[in-house]
Nanobody, 115 residues
Framework: QVQLVESGGGLVQPGGSLKLSCAASGIIVSLYAMGWYRQAPGKQRELVAIIPTGGTTKYGDSVKGRFTISRDNAKNTVYLQMNSLKPEDTAIYYC?????????WGQGTQVTVSS
């Protein structure tokens, strides 16, 4: 019924950029708080960015000034633009959609930052 499909991950050198996409079906992303989270091996899942239905976006301290979350309502898709990537950004990145009643998660996409 509801699917969130992440794409755009891959291998990138330090200082490079990637743009992740989260394509949604079964929900309208403009009606949900949308978020990106990441999890590195042996680490807890952490918040990367949130774009609420109203108000302003928020970012984890480690990505402020480097990452930008956005919506394209016509495409029903959420993006994460990642610039100035660092090796510590290496993780699986997950898309999340939240409402007062339920939360949905994508399958994740791998981002590896290495020279």
């Amino acid at each position: 019924q509801v699917q969130l499909v992440e794409s755009g991950g891959g291998l990138v050198q330090p200082g490079g950029s990637l743009k992740l996409s989260c394509a949604a079906s079964g929900i309208i992303v403009s009606l949900y708080a949308m978020g990106w989270y990441r999890q590195a091996p042996g680490k807890q899942r952490e918040l990367v960015a949130i774009i609420p239905t109203g108000g302003t976006t928020k970012y984890g301290d480690s990505v402020k000034g480097r990452f930008t979350i956005s919506r394209d309502n016509a495409k029903n898709t959420v993006y994460l633009q990642m610039n100035s990537l660092k090796p510590e950004d290496t993780a699986i990145y997950y898309c999340n959609a939240g409402s007062p009643y339920v939360a949905y998660w994508g399958q994740g996409t791998q981002v590896t930052v290495s020279s």
